[in-house]
Structures are given as structure tokens and as C-alpha cells.
T-cell receptor, first 116, second 112 residues
Framework: AQSVTQLGSHVSVSEGALVLLRCNYS??????LFWYVQYPNQGLQLLLK??????LVKGINGFEAEFKKSETSFHLTKPSAHMSDAAEYFC??????????????FGSGTRLSIRP | SQTIHQWPATLVQPVGSPLSLECTVE??????LYWYRQAAGRGLQLLFY??????ISSEVPQNLSASRPQDRQFILSSKKLLLSDSGFYLC???????????FGPGTRLTVT
């Protein structure tokens, strides 16, 4: 069965430092993978997605993620953190059992804090 | 581009009262629609999804129900609210084979 594990419920980095949010998945078939960001009291916004092709995916706000099949990982990175990056981040994987319903499975989320 | 509206933005209701949350989608047709709930400090819980008018699939048995009376309208209801129904309710839509879902702004429900 598909599942998503986000390592670290809370990550804190200094402004200007590298951001690394970890996501590992399990999937019985080639997955589609997503990262979403949620600011307080708002809906989720799609940061980036991997479907097929190039394994390094670039998203909005300077974020990128690399699909590593051998490691079953899809970690999110940003070279230099900005105060505005403080938010909750969710990794998600497609559930092929429900392809017609486009169901995806979300990780439990990682709260990113930025220190001045 | 598609836009998702949720109404109301915030709601405070007493235990035992009914509930109706509305989600409407613009800029697309025949989308898949979803209701999620986020309890305080928790992740996303899928409650219902719909692949078409009148077609509702329930993920979690509870005192909530959903309906899709029109192609781009999705309603979440309850006859009697429980304290445990408090949370942030999110509507989402998806279309096509790429699975990506797009979310509305959410409704904050507090049951007192």
C-alpha cells in the first residue's frame, strides 16, 4: 500500500541557511509525488510535482525536489531560507488504486520555522 | 484557471446543531471533488470524495455526510455536531490523470 513518511515534525533553520525537508514514500507502482505548502489559516498550495521524466523538479518560491527511486525519497530543498518560508509543508504520493478519483496520500506534515 | 470558493470562512456552532459547508469550483468542468479535515496540530484527513454528480465516497464513518447536487458544488453536512467535529475543513478539486489537487481557502469550524 502507498504511504508517505515525513521525517521531523518540526524543522528550524536560520535565515539564509539551506532548507531540507525529508520525505520517503512507499509505492507498488511508479508514483506521482507532490509537495504542498500551507500558511496559517489558509488552504494548501502546490509547490511542485513529479510525474515522469526529469527527476529534479523545480517549483515555486525557489524550492526544488529530487525523485530518487533507489532511496524511495523525494526531499524538498531550498538553498537559502527566507522568513516568508515559515509554514507547514506536506509531502504526498498518488494512490494508483484510485486513479479515476485522483486520490493522493498525504504525509503528516513538517512545520518549518525560520530564525532571524 | 480554476478557483475554489468555500463558505463560510469561519463558523462557531453549539454541540448538537446542524452544519452545512459549501464548496464551489469555477473554471473547470466535471472535476473530482474532496473534503478534508485538519484537527488542531494534525495532518489532513480525507472525509469524502466525488467523481461526479450524486457520486459520493466516504472515507471515515462519522456523523458527517456529503452531497454533490451540481457538477461544481460540493456540500458537507451534519445533523448534529459533536465537539470532535471542530477543525479546519478544506475542499479540493482535481482533474485529469496527473492527480494534483488544488485547495480552497478552508472553513474554520469551532464546536462549543
Amino acid at each position: 500500500a502507498q504511504s508517505v513518511t515525513q521525517l521531523g515534525s518540526h524543522v528550524s533553520v536560520s535565515e539564509g541557511a539551506l532548507v531540507l525537508l525529508r520525505c520517503n514514500y512507499s509505492s507498488s507502482v511508479p508514483p506521482y509525488l507532490f509537495w504542498y505548502v500551507q500558511y496559517p489559516n489558509q488552504g494548501l498550495q502546490l509547490l511542485l510535482k513529479y510525474t515522469t521524466g526529469a527527476t529534479l523538479v523545480k517549483g515555486i518560491n525557489g524550492f526544488e525536489a529530487e525523485f530518487k527511486k533507489s532511496e524511495t525519497s523525494f526531499h524538498l530543498t531550498k538553498p537559502s531560507a527566507h522568513m516568508s518560508d515559515a509554514a507547514e509543508y506536506f509531502c504526498a504520493v498518488s494512490d494508483p488504486r484510485y486513479s479515476s478519483a485522483s486520490k493522493i496520500i498525504f504525509g503528516s506534515g513538517t512545520r518549518l520555522s525560520i530564525r532571524p | 484557471s480554476q478557483t475554489i470558493h468555500q463558505w463560510p470562512a469561519t463558523l462557531v456552532q453549539p454541540v448538537g446543531s446542524p452544519l452545512s459547508l459549501e464548496c464551489t469550483v469555477e473554471g473547470t468542468s466535471n472535476p473530482n471533488l474532496y473534503w478534508y479535515r485538519q484537527a488542531a496540530g494534525r495532518g489532513l484527513q480525507l472525509l469524502f470524495y466525488s467523481v461526479g454528480i450524486g457520486q459520493i465516497s466516504s472515507e471515515v464513518p462519522q456523523n458527517l455526510s456529503a452531497s454533490r447536487p451540481q457538477d461544481r458544488q460540493f456540500i458537507l453536512s451534519s445533523k448534529k455536531l459533536l465537539l470532535s467535529d471542530s477543525g479546519f475543513y478544506l475542499c479540493a478539486q482535481a482533474q485529469g490523470p496527473s492527480y494534483e489537487q488544488y485547495f480552497g481557502p478552508g472553513t474554520r469550524l469551532t464546536v462549543t
